[in-house]
């Protein structure tokens, strides 16, 4: 080591000492032979342009104008180093011992270039130094430099990859026999350095086994550095022991100057160690303390270069580690993702280097070294996944990588990952396996904050197989990893909350290609899924479309979907094609968390496509029951809730088919398409004593989860009750609101249109409805009942009610409002026909008589309803002879009725053929019993309040009528006469 350090100081002052020898002799030749000597020395030319001067003072001294030392032959620059002027002393006496003293060295505007070719060559190896110096004994050939002087000093780097330029205004130093100093300061890569080193002399670096003292501080922009201990330079290196402190914050430049890269904006860090040299090229650090940022990290290391190939061994103990801060050192990638290599028929790559061209960590890199590694970390910050107590054991030996293992915890679950990879060859090759035991899913969604919490628990065996074939495509994570085949792997899904136990078997299959295989319960009910998909890697591209199949039957439903989706991960972009069949689409409402209505039996099928928060569902079409259903839909998840916007139409509408939606049974009757649930609910509703249907209608859960605007038409609409010829309704749902604005029907010729509003804001649910009945033909309505074509006439009508509750028995037993309905034209003596067939004739003949054909003049019902009670305050027919009054209460809680209808003959002599009718008990099975009386006001107070009411309502039945029309003109009168 002494004669290594002596050879670069030794040429300068031999230089200076041939030179001032030359001068002293005087001899031209003597100064042309000690320039030749020194760069015989360097195996450069060194010569003085500017002439060489003896400075005649004591001690006698030289000045060297314009030195210049010769370029590597390789180098465009001819010049490594410039000098403008050399001064210098010498000490005559000290040589008398075999001594170089130069008391004085002062150095004006050096200029040095320091280069590195291609080859990695630096311009400062000299060829001439390489050989082993002389083991001889005898003086120090180590020079004494007293005092040293530099500046204006320059110095220039230039390599293939990187280059910086650094000023230094001053250096002042000095080598002894007692001590070595310097100190220096300047600006590279325009930011400020300054250097201080205090150190031992040239005695130490001569004395074996001394050890050498030694103290030095680097300041460098925002970066501070210091190094202390001791070095063992000429003797064993067992004693060198070093203390190494670094700390700093922001971008520090030496990053820069050590590799060309921009420097990143770090967080305050620090590194406090103890470096001991045990061995000339074996180093240990012992009492390692980092902390960088939010990071903190203690342990040992070792780095030995003794042998064939550099080892390095490491035991670390995290107690926290950002992984933001982390991030911020990763390099970005330069190559644009989601390019990929054209890959032939055969499914291999046409370039087999393909993966050398890629950016991204390169295992091969790690080919050259040897390595045992133990990392233990408890705990994370700054990362998506709250990992903690993550292990890492890793080997590497002669091109062998072994991780054993990589484990960490998430939530408390544990999950394990070790790999066998052979690094030396491009591709790698080898295995990697991931284990997982009893994932409790909640627990971990609940820990990265996900809105949805999934119930159960996951098992997974997996294990990857590294081919060592050239892969495909650009790899942005590995580009010398192999193509990876995953090998059969078990994943298991349990959620008894769900009644769910699902076993899944993935592998590649077709190359590279993702195959999911997966069988089990789902509620109870077969679960299956069939997936392929493009291979796994792919989904690591976040611009590239990862294209798949897949076939899911879950809760009786069959779903199949084909396409593509970008950023598959995230599934941020979609666009596939649909396929859906299933019994009701309440059933999956529980498996997407998302309330869905009952309906019968579906099919439908559409394009579906997503674009961030928006999905769009176009050119949809299928059938529901045996109506039939298109349209397009919209869902933004932007918001705090989805929001639904669709058109919808149906051609044929099949009205039972919408029962589920109001909690009505559907009808299971011959033709009817029904799924077996719903045959159970019938079959159930139709031993029920109920008329009214009491299920939850779930208002409260619809306006919670979505907000909606829906457009709804049918344009034929079938049903078994009603001859409904059209059906349109618009509903809104949103702030704690359902609106169904309007619900228009065709019916009759006429039309009836209603407005609902319920506000789930309150508890219990307040609720309204409006709504106007518009020239209804009664001969069409009621012709599915055989009931005469001259029986009714037309009818008109308005209605409001107030209600609370969920269900349909609710809104009736709790509500408030009433009804208005008049109707003119028809005749009694038909009606009287049909009525004799719901076997009531004792009751109609003590009613009617023997009533001939009588045209009905007018017919008009006033039905105020409180508290779920309806008061008949008036009902009455008006025919030519006989005016019928009627009385009563409907009690809708109950589902029982209370009426009583009574004739009112304008002829006396009628009186004794008419009798009243009392109508009582259950709404579905009611008794008709001859007698009974008004319970309610008298015939003219009846009439008379009627009187305003039917005026209004005329425009009802007839377009065009109002003041001045002849309908129900009569009725008053009539209703004197028989007062009468």
């Known amino acids: 080591m002494q004669k290594r350090v002596a050879i670069p100081l030794g040429v300068l002052a031999f230089l200076l000492v041939a030179v001032l020898l030359a001068l002293f002799v005087g001899l031209p030749w003597a100064k042309n032979k000690a320039m030749g000597i020194v760069s015989e020395k360097l195996g450069r030319d060194v010569v003085a342009e500017g002439g060489i001067h003896l400075a005649w003072t004591w001690p006698p001294g030289l000045r060297i104008e314009d030195l210049r030392i010769a370029?590597?032959?390789?180098?465009?620059?001819?010049?490594?180093?410039?000098?403008?002027?050399?001064?210098?002393?010498?000490?005559?006496?000290?040589?008398?011992?075999?001594?170089?003293?130069?008391?004085?060295?002062?150095?004006?505007?050096?200029?040095?270039?320091?280069?590195?070719?291609?080859?990695?060559?630096?311009?400062?190896?000299?060829?001439?130094?390489?050989?082993?110096?002389?083991?001889?004994?005898?003086?120090?050939?180590?020079?004494?430099?007293?005092?040293?002087?530099?500046?204006?000093?320059?110095?220039?780097?230039?390599?293939p990859d990187q280059q910086f330029t650094a000023s230094i205004p001053q250096i002042q130093g000095a080598l002894t026999e007692k001590k070595t100093r310097l100190s220096a300061e300047g600006e590279i890569v325009d930011s400020p350095f300054s250097v201080n080193v205090e150190a031992g002399g040239i005695a130490e670096i001569q004395t074996p086994d001394n050890p050498f003292p030694i103290d030095a501080r680097l300041d460098f922009g925002n970066l501070q550095a210091s190094v202390a201990g001791k070095l063992a330079i000429s003797g064993d290196a067992e004693d060198n022991q070093l203390q190494l402190k670094i700390r700093g914050q922001g971008?520090?430049?030496?990053?820069?100057?050590?590799?060309?890269?921009?420097?990143?904006?770090?967080?305050?860090?620090?590194?406090?160690?103890?470096?001991?040299?045990?061995?000339?090229?074996?180093?240990?650090?012992?009492?390692?303390?980092?902390?960088?940022?939010?990071?903190?990290?203690?342990?040992?290391?070792?780095?030995?270069?003794?042998?064939?190939?550099?080892?390095?061994?490491?035991?670390?103990?995290?107690?926290?580690?950002?992984?933001?801060?982390?991030?911020?050192?990763?390099?970005?990638?330069?190559?644009?993702?989601?390019?990929?290599?054209?890959?032939?028929?055969?499914?291999?790559?046409?370039?087999?280097?393909?993966?050398?061209?890629?950016?991204?960590?390169d295992l091969t890199a790690l080919a050259g070294i040897d390595a045992d590694v133990s990392i233990d970390v408890q705990a994370f910050q700054g990362m998506d996944a709250p990992v903690e107590n993550a292990l890492l054991n890793l080997s590497l030996k002669e091109g062998r990588l072994r991780i054993d293992p990589l484990s960490g915890q998430i939530a408390a679950n544990e999950l394990a990952l070790t790999a066998d990879l052979n690094v030396n060859d491009v591709p790698v090759t080898g295995q990697i396996s991931v284990k997982a035991d009893q994932v409790d899913l909640s627990q971990t969604a609940q820990a990265l904050e996900l809105e949805a919490r999934p119930p159960g628990k996951l098992w997974l065996d997996a294990t990857l197989n590294i081919t060592g074939q050239p892969v495909a495509e650009n790899d942005l994570f590995l580009p010398s990893l192999g193509q990876v085949r995953l090998a059969p792997t078990k994943l298991r899904f349990e959620a008894p909350s769900l009644a769910a136990s699902i076993d899944a078997t993935l592998q590649t299959v077709e190359g590279s290609r993702l195959k999911i295989d997966a069988q089990g319960s789902y509620r109870d009910s077969p679960f299956e899924l069939d997936f392929l998909g493009d291979s796994p890697l792919a989904l690591r591209d976040p611009e590239r479309p990862?294209?798949?199949?897949?076939?899911?039957?879950?809760?009786?439903?069959?779903?199949?979907?084909?396409?593509?989706?970008?950023?598959?991960?995230?599934?941020?972009?979609?666009?596939?094609?649909?396929?859906?069949?299933?019994?009701?689409?309440?059933?999956?409402?529980?498996?997407?968390?998302?309330?869905?209505?009952?309906?019968?039996?579906?099919?439908?099928?559409?394009?579906?496509?997503?674009?961030?928060?928006?999905?769009?569902?176009?050119?949809?079409?299928?059938?529901?029951?045996?109506?039939?259903?298109?349209?397009?839909?919209?869902?933004?998840?932007?918001?705090?809730?989805?929001?639904?916007?669709?058109?919808?139409?149906s051609d044929y509408l099949d009205f039972d088919d919408l029962g589920g939606l109001i909690g009505a049974e559907p009808d299971t009757g011959a033709g009817e398409t029904v799924s077996p649930q719903q045959q159970r609910e019938a079959a159930a509703r139709e031993e029920s004593d109920y008329l009214f249907p009491r299920e939850p209608l779930n208002i409260e859960a619809a306006t919670g989860a979505?907000?909606?605007?829906?457009?709804?038409?049918?344009?034929?609409?079938?049903?078994?009750?009603?001859?409904?010829?059209?059906?349109?309704?618009?509903?809104?749902?949103?702030?704690?609101?359902?609106?169904?604005?309007?619900?228009?029907?065709?019916?009759?010729?006429?039309?009836?249109?209603?407005?609902?509003?319920?506000?789930?804001?309150?508890?219990?649910?307040?609720?309204?409805?409006?709504?106007?009945?518009?020239?209804?033909?009664?001969?069409?309505?009621?012709?599915?009942?055989?009931?005469?074509?001259?029986?009714?006439?037309?009818?008109?009508?308005?209605?409001?009610?107030?209600?609370?509750?969920?269900?349909?028995?609710?809104?009736?037993?709790?509500?408030?409002?009433?009804?208005?309905?008049?109707?003119?034209?028809?005749?009694?003596?038909?009606l009287l026909i049909e009525l004799a067939g719901l076997d009531i004739t004792e009751s109609l003949a003590a009613l009617f008589g023997n009533a001939d054909s009588v045209p009905i003049d007018c017919a008009y019902l006033d039905l105020p309803v409180k508290n779920g009670i309806a008061s008949i305050e008036t009902a009455l027919i008006d025919t030519s002879d006989t005016l019928f009054l009627a009385d009563g209460n409907i009690y809708f809680a109950s589902e029982t009725l209370n009426v009583v209808i009574e004739p009112r003959p304008k002829d006396f002599s009628l009186l004794s053929l008419r009798a009243p009718v009392h109508v009582e008990g259950k709404m579905q099975d009611p008794s008709f019993i001859p007698g009974g009386a008004l319970m309610g006001r008298g015939i003219a107070a009846a009439a008379l309040a009627a009187a305003t009411p039917i005026a209004g309502l005329i425009p009802l039945i007839e377009p065009g009528t109002g003041e001045g029309s002849t309908y129900c003109d009569g009725l008053t009168e009539a209703i004197d006469r028989a007062r009468k």
């Open 706 to 830: 979505m907000q909606a605007d829906i457009e709804y038409r049918a344009t034929r609409v079938e049903t078994d009750i009603l001859p409904l010829d059209e059906l349109y309704f618009q509903v809104n749902i949103g702030n704690d609101r359902l609106e169904i604005k309007p619900l228009e029907f065709n019916l009759g010729k006429g039309d009836i249109h209603l407005e609902l509003s319920f506000d789930t804001g309150r508890v219990p649910i307040a609720g309204s409805l409006e709504g106007e009945v518009r020239r209804i033909d009664l001969k069409r309505v009621l012709a599915p009942f055989d009931i005469a074509d001259e029986s009714l006439g037309q009818v008109g009508g308005r209605m409001r009610f107030w209600m609370r509750g969920d269900s349909i028995y609710d809104f009736l037993s709790s509500a408030d409002g009433g009804l208005l309905l008049v109707m003119t034209g028809g005749r009694l003596d038909s």
């Open 546 to 649: 990862y294209s798949l199949q897949a076939t899911v039957n879950a809760a009786d439903t069959r779903l199949f979907a084909q396409g593509k989706i970008t950023e598959p991960l995230t599934q941020q972009t979609l666009d596939l094609r649909f396929e859906i069949e299933g019994p009701n689409p309440e059933r999956l409402a529980p498996l997407l968390e998302f309330p869905l209505p009952d309906l019968p039996p579906y099919s439908l099928a559409g394009q579906l496509y997503r674009k961030g928060d928006e999905i769009k569902v176009t050119d949809f079409a299928g059938e529901v029951g045996d109506s039939d259903l298109s349209g397009d839909a919209e869902l933004n998840l932007a918001g705090s809730v989805p929001k639904i916007d669709a058109k919808l139409n």
């Open 71 to 159: 370029n590597a032959d390789w180098s465009d620059e001819p010049w490594m180093a410039k000098i403008e002027t050399v001064e210098a002393s010498l000490d005559v006496g000290a040589l008398t011992s075999g001594n170089i003293r130069i008391p004085d060295l002062n150095i004006v505007d050096p200029w040095v270039l320091l280069q590195r070719n291609e080859e990695g060559i630096a311009n400062w190896q000299f060829k001439a130094l390489k050989s082993e110096p002389s083991q001889e004994k005898g003086p120090s050939q180590i020079p004494i430099f007293e005092d040293i002087d530099i500046t204006g000093g320059k110095v220039l780097y230039r390599a």
């Open 251 to 361: 971008e520090p430049p030496l990053v820069a100057v050590l590799t060309g890269a921009p420097a990143p904006d770090l967080p305050s860090y620090q590194l406090n160690a103890t470096v001991d040299q045990t061995d000339p090229q074996r180093w240990a650090l012992d009492t390692l303390n980092s902390e960088f940022g939010d990071s903190r990290l203690q342990g040992t290391g070792l780095l030995d270069l003794s042998g064939d190939r550099p080892y390095i061994k490491l035991d670390a103990d995290v107690p926290q580690l950002d992984i933001a801060a982390l991030q911020e050192l990763a390099p970005e990638q330069n190559a644009p993702a989601g390019e990929a290599s054209e890959t032939p028929s055969d499914g291999k790559s046409s370039d087999s280097k393909s993966a050398d061209t890629n950016t991204g960590l």
